[in-house]
């Protein structure tokens, strides 16, 4: 199995890149933040609780969260393996996917890490926002709680997975396709190494 965390703050291109990866790979996606949307979309109760979290560019509760990427990973016994995208973003989220990976015998196999300037993260954000119909990109305070949250809270998970020998830091800047060859450089490198 191959398992990957897409990692970066929000705009860095996890969600563009995954789409790729997932297709060339054969992996199972699994986007938290897209899983949220789709449980706001239909009301759920998970959607009512995790609305104001998001609309403020907070996080969603670890609990909820947890438990929400665990039912997906269980409903996939016959994944080849995962991408998980904006999972985790916390140490207790880390922990609880190695915890769970292991119940299936199986771990992360690497961490890449999109490293794009803060600029460019605020630019590409506000223009994603004029379409995505998304709230938490249309407003320029939100998009900056969410770059704050990432740097206080998520960030520091790279030192999580430098520590595993995981991380893989990968230039988020230049075009969609040349991002996407230096994320397979590094997906095929591994390979190599564990054949
Ligand atoms: P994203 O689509 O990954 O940018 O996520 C959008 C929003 O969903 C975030 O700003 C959080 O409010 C929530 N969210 C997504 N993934 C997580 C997570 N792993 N932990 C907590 N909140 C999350």
């Known amino acids: ?13 996890k969600g563009t890149q995954s789409a790729k990866l997932l297709d060339k790979y054969q992996l199972v996606h699994i986007s938290t933040g897209d899983l949220f949307r789709m449980h706001m979309k239909e009301e759920t109760e998970l959607g009512k609780k995790a609305k104001s979290f998001m609309d403020a560019g907070n996080l969603v509760p670890d ?10 990973v269980q409903a996939h016994p016959e994944a080849r393996g995962f991408i998980f995208d904006g999972f985790p973003r916390t140490t207790q989220q880390a922990e609880a996917l190695d915890a769970l990976l292991s119940t299936l015998s199986t771990s992360i196999s690497v961490c890449l890490s999109l490293q794009v300037p803060d600029e460019e993260l605020i630019k590409r954000l506000l223009e994603r926002g004029k379409t995505s119909g998304r709230a938490d990109d249309a407003n320029e305070e939100v998009i900056q709680n969410r770059l704050n949250v990432y740097m206080r809270e998520t960030s520091p998970l790279q030192d999580f997975y430098q ?33």
């Open 1 to 13: 199995m191959i398992n990957i965390v897409i990692f970066g703050p929000p705009g860095a291109g």
């Open 63 to 72: 609990s909820v969260t947890i438990e929400m990427l665990k039912d997906k």
């Open 163 to 195: 520590n595993q020998n995981k991380l893989s830091a990968v230039n988020g800047v230049g075009t969609v396709d040349e991002i996407f060859d230096r994320l397979c450089e590094s997906i095929d490198k591994l390979s190599a190494q564990t054949v």
